[in-house]
């Protein structure tokens, strides 16, 4: 394959995740994009798997019967040219580590916001970690087909809760919330809803391109277009001017309002963030920036989803390709256990269905089988190199518990499963110091996580276990000279542990208590994970 060729692929690639708080509209709008490029039965799949409770997922009956999304699934199609990678994450709470781990995979994100409510918590967590990454963020305002919110109140609530500005690329029209349409500031066109249109819109050009034009006014009643007029040409006066770079830096967002159920403005929003998002990007390795166009292969695992499909047993690694063209059964070298894989069976996903991949590009993702060599952040190259993808964030435990089979005879079976599950990144785990190997100390960022393991551990492994659950939400990895439970001050007023690579961490219950530990401990060092050193 030639230069040209590679790179051509590499540019038409999008690769991004919806971020949201639940049910602002993520399902809608992931499904209208998908129906747009033509993938009409994936946008039903989508559908029905809400409608369902997650049906589609039978893989993981906690889905249903908790009726949220647990695991992230990756959709791509193509449109106008363009190969879309819609990476899906979930969007409650307690799953939020797997979320972070689906945002390192992405070169942007789109964060949707309901026009009534605003900027809510989930969105403000999930748009962190984007921020964090310097990804640009694109903003769909969504629900405008209802009440909703002032505008300008939005844009000040972007910039004051998550430190963004914006710049309106579409500007509401209507007076107190109750909303006809956009102005759509590129076209001067008037866009306005029209529920028996196909595509929700009945669009309006402006004779002399500008908001002014009195073909509005008579259109849309003198009131509504003064107030639109006054709105834009304070836009175009006091607001940001629209600055390619900015958003390529993370420091502006784009900011489209449009309604997902009536499919109002979801084209434009689709068109317009395709030709100003951005293609794969160079990734920071520990050789310098490894950059797409580099024929030789390199990727990294950035999740993996062990049994999910309960007649295969699989495990599946997802890597996201960073450089070079991947093609089926090609040999790689596995950086972290130094072994050479043959690549022979990757899939790909659309939504839930798999199909078999003859090649791939950065920016896309793909399913591999794990034979069992596979953690979160691992890096695979070409042989004859030797880098890693830069770390993956480790997300602090907040909730513990201890652990154990309930039947001594299934040990074997709880400790394969319990290990299986840590290297997927589900929990974290630890061995408590001086004690028997008969349990052990579980950590999570939520605590439905619990409930994951507990069920995973019944169906996947067979074992019952008992939990109970610990009084602690800090865990502290400590850092000195012979770090020992019984050299430690204080150690008693938390738990001390040792983590799966042996490094000692304290648990404790509160702030309070971990600053008495630590003043009584001067020699020692307290980090909130393992990375961060
Ligand atoms: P998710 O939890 O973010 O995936 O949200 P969904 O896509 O499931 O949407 C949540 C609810 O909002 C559903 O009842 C949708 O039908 C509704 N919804 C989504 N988009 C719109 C919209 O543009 N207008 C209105 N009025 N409702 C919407």
């Known amino acids: 394959m030639s230069d040209n060729e590679l790179n051509s692929e590499i540019n038409r690639r999008r690769t991004f995740a919806i971020i949201s708080h639940p049910d602002a509209g993520?399902?809608?709008?992931?499904?209208?994009?998908?129906?747009?490029?033509?993938?009409?039965?994936?946008?039903?799949?989508?559908?029905?798997?809400?409608?369902?409770?997650?049906?589609?997922?039978?893989?993981?009956?906690?889905?249903?019967?908790?009726?949220?999304?647990?695991?992230?699934?990756?959709?791509?199609?193509?449109?106008?040219?363009?190969?879309?990678?819609?990476?899906?994450?979930?969007?409650?709470?307690?799953?939020?580590?797997?979320?972070?781990?689906?945002?390192?995979?992405?070169?942007?994100?789109?964060?949707?916001?309901?026009?009534?409510?605003?900027?809510?918590?989930?969105?403000?967590?999930?748009?962190?970690?984007?921020?964090?990454?310097?990804?640009?963020?694109?903003?769909?305002?969504?629900?405008?087909?209802?009440?909703?919110?002032?505008?300008?109140?939005?844009?000040?609530?972007?910039?004051?809760?998550?430190?963004?500005?914006?710049?309106?690329?579409?500007?509401?029209?209507?007076?107190?919330?109750?909303?006809?349409?956009?102005?759509?500031?590129?076209?001067?066109?008037?866009?306005?809803?029209?529920?028996?249109?196909?595509?929700?819109?009945?669009?309006?050009?402006?004779?002399?391109?500008?908001?002014?034009?009195?073909?509005?006014?008579?259109?849309?009643?003198?009131?509504?277009?003064?107030?639109?007029?006054?709105?834009?040409?304070?836009?175009?006066?006091?607001?940001?001017?629209?600055?390619?770079?900015?958003?390529?830096?993370?420091?502006?967002?784009?900011?489209?309002?449009?309604?997902?159920?009536?499919?109002?403005?979801?084209?434009?929003?689709?068109?317009?963030?395709?030709?100003?998002?951005?293609?794969?990007?160079?990734?920071?390795?520990?050789?310098?920036?490894v950059q797409p166009a580099d024929s030789k292969f390199s990727a990294f695992v950035f999740k993996i989803q062990a049994n999910m499909n309960p007649a295969h047993r699989d495990r599946l690694a997802f890597i996201r390709i960073c450089s070079g063209k991947f093609t089926r059964g090609m040999a790689v070298l596995h950086n972290q256990s130094g072994k050479l894989l043959k690549l022979a069976q990757p899939q790909q996903f659309l939504a839930q269905e798999r199909t078999i991949i003859d090649e791939a590009y950065p920016g896309d993702i793909v399913g591999l089988f794990d034979p069992g060599v596979f953690g979160i952040g691992d890096t695979l190259h070409e042989q004859g190199q030797a880098f890693t993808f830069a770390d993956f964030p480790v997300f602090p435990p907040e909730k513990f518990a201890r652990v154990q089979a309930k039947d001594t005879m299934k040990r074997k079976q709880f400790v394969k499963g319990i290990t299986q599950l840590t290297q997927e990144g589900a929990v974290q785990l630890f061995r408590q110091a001086d004690a028997g190997m008969e349990s052990y100390i579980v950590g999570t960022v939520g605590s439905l996580q619990f409930d994951v393991l507990e069920y995973r551990l019944k169906n996947e492994y067979g074992v019952d276990i008992l939990m109970n659950h610990l009084p602690y939400e800090l865990a502290r990895w400590l850092v000195g000279a012979e770090v020992k439970p019984k050299s430690l001050r204080g150690a008693d007023r938390g738990m001390f542990v040792y983590d799966v690579k042996e490094r000692p961490v304290l648990l404790v219950s509160n702030e309070w208590a971990l600053r008495w530990v630590a003043d009584n401990n001067p020699a020692v060092e307290f980090f909130p994970t393992p990375a961060v050193r």
């Open 26 to 289: 993520k399902t809608t709008l992931t499904e209208k994009l998908l129906l747009y490029g033509g993938a009409i039965h994936l946008a039903g799949s989508v559908k029905s798997r809400k409608a369902q409770r997650h049906a589609v997922s039978d893989w993981m009956e906690i889905e249903k019967q908790r009726g949220i999304s647990v695991t992230s699934s990756v959709m791509q199609f193509d449109y106008d040219g363009y190969r879309i990678n819609i990476l899906d994450t979930p969007g409650h709470q307690d799953f939020s580590e797997d979320t972070y781990r689906t945002l390192m995979a992405v070169d942007s994100a789109v964060m949707i916001i309901d026009v009534a409510k605003g900027v809510e918590t989930q969105t403000q967590k999930l748009f962190k970690v984007c921020k964090q990454r310097g990804i640009p963020i694109f903003t769909f305002v969504n629900k405008l087909d209802r009440f909703g919110k002032n505008p300008f109140e939005l844009m000040e609530e972007l910039e004051k809760v998550l430190e963004i500005r914006a710049y309106p690329m579409n500007w509401p029209i209507g007076v107190d919330g109750a909303y006809q349409g956009v102005y759509n500031r590129q076209l001067a066109q008037i866009e306005l809803f029209d529920g028996a249109g196909s595509q929700g819109q009945k669009v309006l050009p402006s004779v002399v391109g500008s908001v002014g034009d009195p073909v509005f006014s008579e259109m849309l009643g003198s009131g509504v277009h003064q107030a639109l007029c006054d709105d834009i040409e304070l836009l175009d006066m006091a607001g940001d001017s629209f600055d390619l770079e900015k958003v390529r830096q993370g420091e502006l967002t784009p900011m489209f309002f449009g309604s997902a159920m009536t499919n109002f403005g979801v084209r434009n929003f689709l068109e317009q963030f395709l030709r100003l998002a951005p293609a794969p990007a160079p990734r920071l390795s520990s050789a310098g920036l």
